[in-house]
C-alpha cells in the first residue's frame, strides 16, 4: 500500500478535511488510514484514525482532522498556509504492512 496527501487540503468548520489515494499492492483488501496535521507557526495540531476500515477496490481515503490542542498558548484552528501532514496507512490481506509518510502541504479555506 502506498498512499500521498493531495497538495492542498481544505480547512472545513476548523477541522482540516485530509485526502489522498489507496495504491493497492497484490493481496491487500482492507485498510486503515491515520494522519497528524502541524502547523508550528499557528501552534495547532491535530490527529486521526479512519473509523472504519477501507475496502479494496476503494481508490481514495478521506479524515477530517481536528485541532487537538486548545490549551494556553495554542491556537484553537487551523489557518490557510503550509502546514506539515504525516499519514500512516496500515493495510491488510495475506499480510499486514505499515506505510508512512510525511508531506509537506498547504491548508486553504
Not at 495504491?23 to 497528524?36: A, H, I, Q, Y
Not at 507557526?41 to 491535530?46: D, F, P, R
Not at 476503494?58 to 490549551?71: A, V
Amino acid at each position: 500500500m502506498r498512499s500521498n496527501f493531495e497538495s492542498s487540503l481544505k480547512i472545513v468548520d476548523g477541522a482540516v478535511r485530509a485526502r489522498g489515494r489507496l495504491n493497492w499492492e497484490g493481496g491487500e483488501s482492507e485498510s486503515l488510514v491515520s494522519v497528524s496535521i502541524s502547523q508550528k507557526q499557528n501552534k495547532v495540531a491535530g490527529m486521526a484514525t479512519s473509523p472504519d476500515k477501507f475496502e479494496k477496490p476503494k481508490k481514495t481515503w478521506t479524515l477530517d482532522i481536528d485541532p487537538g490542542y486548545t490549551g494556553s498558548g495554542y491556537a484553537r484552528k487551523f489557518k490557510p498556509g503550509p502546514a506539515n501532514a504525516i499519514g500512516i496507512v496500515c493495510a491488510m490481506g495475506n499480510e499486514v504492512r505499515v506505510f508512512l509518510w510525511s508531506q509537506e502541504v498547504e491548508l486553504e479555506n
